[in-house]
């Protein structure tokens, strides 16, 4: 055997393998230029127990994705990146009764698996009025959502009890408990949009976990709705919507300076199931209207709580409220805190440069808004770029999670070719 000829094709074959190395694992577009047409093929494709980041270029995704199943968890570690919020969208029809004979059947996007991640994702259930019809149900634990869009009518988000969850800058539509279930979940600095013909955000399922004030009130730890905008369609009424009601008993949604707008009930929360709101936790603090005005909390039901600064502060911080859950350490804003964006962004020809990022493992470059290409070096040559044509080439960091930072830009004409 000739092993110098031996050694020199593994040396080729490693050389391709560092030359070609990407931050993401997979690509998936519809027009076929990634390597999988398919968001759960691709999914179906990652290892077990490591991280796998998949790219989504623009499209509309008709498919209903599962990572793990009831009967089986998934061990995999996936980050789903998107393109764009508004043009990645992972769309199904079903609701319950109509295509589907339960909630699983009618779920567009299931969870069963820990540590998953999602950014720049718009998750549908294009089931309009008929029915449980979810958009995304999170099944695992330390799941967290960035700037993603989730759009449904009845029943659009569900969270699984035990688990935790976070949600940020992101945007949640529906009409009739279209949050519910008995997850703890923290939503940071969300829209949360009411459509005509509903009349419920939230529905809380039953949940262990809470803490007693000092003067007695009973805190429990479900959905925590943190500086949102609780906003509603325009052809949705005044006085027409509640904040929540109790699925079941010892539940609990909280709002803390949260702006709410004119569609929203003086009296604020409703009863459901004759008195599964007296064990419930319906708590505000600093409610706002859209103009940032005090609301008038006179009018709530009796057997919600305003609390003092002093409450949220002691008792409803993040750390403190996920280490009641789970003793395993989850730390969702710093998955979400993006890297620095690259800085220095020249232009030589077709190439462009930048300077090295801290923390990175490659770079997404973006040619007039559209995706480009990905890559691990700190320049890229634009093989199609065309001579006296106007170009602005953007190029985001990305993290070890798939988190994307902000954009540097350049736009110029091209005026010679590098070969």
């Keep these: 055997m000739d092993y ?8 080729l074959l490693f050389i391709c393998q560092i030359t070609n190395a990407q931050p993401f694992r997979f690509i998936v577009a519809k027009d076929g230029s990634g390597t999988h047409t398919s968001i759960q093929k691709a999914i179906n494709d990652c290892p077990d127990n490591e991280r796998s980041l998949i790219f989504v270029k623009n499209g509309t995704y008709e498919e209903k994705v599962s990572i793990g199943t009831r009967a089986s968890k998934s061990l995999k570690q996936i980050s789903l990146i998107g ?3 508004n043009d990645v969208i992972i769309t199904s ?39 449980q019809a979810l958009a995304l ?22 969270s699984r009890k035990g688990r935790r969850f976070y949600f940020k800058d992101c945007f949640i539509q529906g009409a009739t408990d279209f949050i519910y279930g008995g997850g703890t979940v923290f939503f940071d600095d969300c829209t949360i ?50 904040l929540g009601r109790p699925w079941n008993m ?14 929203i009930k003086p009296e604020g929360w409703s009863t459901w199931k004759s008195t599964n709101h007296l064990s419930a936790c319906f708590a505000e603090y600093n409610s706002m209207n859209m103009k940032r005005t ?28 996920y280490s009641k859950i789970s003793s395993v ?71 070890i999670n798939g988190n994307l930072s902000a954009s540097a830009s350049i736009t110029s004409s091209i005026k010679r070719i590098k070969k």
Aim: glycine share 8%.
């Design 329 to 399: 350490p989850y730390n969702p804003q710093a998955m979400c805190t993006a890297l620095s964006a690259p800085a220095k962004l020249s232009r030589n020809g077709n190439t462009i440069s930048w300077k090295t990022v801290n923390g990175v493992i490659g770079y997404l470059i973006l040619r007039n808004g559209l995706f480009l290409a990905t890559t691990t070096k700190t320049s890229y040559t634009d093989d199609t770029a065309q001579i006296n044509k106007k170009y602005t080439y953007s190029v985001k960091s990305v993290s």
């Design 137 to 158: 149900d999170t099944e695992e634990d330390r799941q967290a959502f960035k700037n993603c869009r989730l759009l449904g009518f009845q029943d659009t988000y569900r």
């Design 193 to 242: 949009n009411c459509v005509k013909g509903g009349s419920y955000i939230s529905a809380p399922e039953d949940i262990s976990y809470y803490e007693k004030t000092t003067s007695g009130k009973t805190l429990r730890y479900g959905f925590i709705f943190r500086n949102c905008d609780i906003t509603a369609e325009a052809d949705v009424a005044d006085n027409s919507y509640y």
């Design 250 to 263: 010892e539940c609990g949604s909280i709002y803390l300076n949260c702006r709410m707008g004119k569609h």
């Design 83 to 85: 393109e764009s919020v």
């Design 4 to 11: 110098k000829y031996l050694f020199f094709v593994f040396y």
């Design 93 to 131: 029809p079903d609701a319950i009764g109509n295509g589907a004979t339960n909630v699983y059947g009618a779920t567009t996007f299931a969870i069963y698996a820990n540590d998953f991640y999602a950014e720049n994702i718009t998750f549908q259930n294009s089931a309009g009025n008929k029915g």
């Design 294 to 321: 005090p609301v008038d909390t006179n009018k709530r039901v009796n057997w919600s709580i305003q609390l003092t600064k002093d409450e949220v502060d002691t008792y409803l911080g993040m750390k403190q409220v």
